[in-house]
């Protein structure tokens, strides 16, 4: 995968023309790329958007504030995937006494701006704040890791809820290698990056990225949904 880099200064308007033919996605609080992968594969031209610098991430990416850069540039995509940093909901950071900004609400409130269809993303500890949200498993696509995430939907664009098959095998407890006939968590300080990045298919990530990605299996679900209405109802972005 070529990485194509543009600087965040300026918001620069190239970002938004992109191969001929394929509808836009913008990736919201993009990390490494797990979502991006799985859009990328489903069919879209992904652009990431992230505080941080991610030399990882393997498409076009912005280094912005999210919701300035959606704000100003989303209706100039097709779609818009926004993963809100999961840490102020997460059971861990909260046992460990740490705080980190709520951003579903802003992002949504951003989001609803840009007249696009979207979905958020996020952990089980943000339930309650999301919309409808629909489950997504690894087991409902093949991959052997449970990893649950929510996603609402907005913007005219929703998916049903797929059926849960039952956990049936073993899960390794956080942190300790995986034993054989096991699924691993790959949260935190785990163990195994190796397999991490074979189960999640994400075999260019770091640790660190690889306990904040969904695996691409999800987005590509997603994406085929949101390029069948993009197909179906021609929302597409203008040109």
């Known amino acids: 995968m070529t990485q194509r880099r543009a600087s965040g200064e300026g918001h620069p308007a190239h970002v938004t023309r992109l191969r001929r033919g394929k509808p836009r996605l913008l990736d ?84 609803e701006a840009t007249g696009r269809p979207w979905v958020i993303e996020n952990v089980g500890g943000a339930v309650p704040k999301l919309r409808a949200p629909v489950l997504l498993c690894g087991p409902m696509f093949g991959v052997e890791t449970y990893r649950h995430r929510f996603f609402e939907t907005g913007g005219g664009f929703r998916i049903d809820q797929p059926e849960h098959p039952a956990h049936t095998v073993p899960q390794a407890k956080m942190g300790r290698p995986v034993p054989p006939g096991h699924y691993g968590q790959f949260v935190g300080n785990f163990s195994g990056v190796a397999l991490a990045r074979r189960v ?11 306990r904040e990605c969904i695996p691409p299996a999800y987005a590509e679900h997603i994406g085929r949904a949101a390029l069948a ?4 109802t021609g929302l597409g972005a203008a040109a």
Not at 34 to 45: E, I, N, S
Not at 202 to 210: A, S
């Open 28 to 111: 919201l609080y993009c990390c490494q790329g797990g979502a991006a992968k799985g859009y990328a594969d489903a069919g879209f031209d992904v652009t990431g958007v992230d505080k941080d610098p991610q030399p990882r991430y393997p498409y076009a990416f912005v280094q912005a504030d999210a919701i300035a850069f959606v704000l100003e540039h989303g209706p100039k995509f097709d779609f818009i995937h926004a993963s809100c940093p999961c840490q102020h909901d997460s059971d861990c950071q909260r046992i460990r006494g740490n705080t980190h900004p709520d951003l579903i609400a802003p992002t949504r409130a951003a989001l």
């Open 229 to 232: 209405l993009l197909a179906a």
């Open 200 to 210: 999640m298919g994400v075999p260019w990530m770091n640790r660190d990225g690889i």
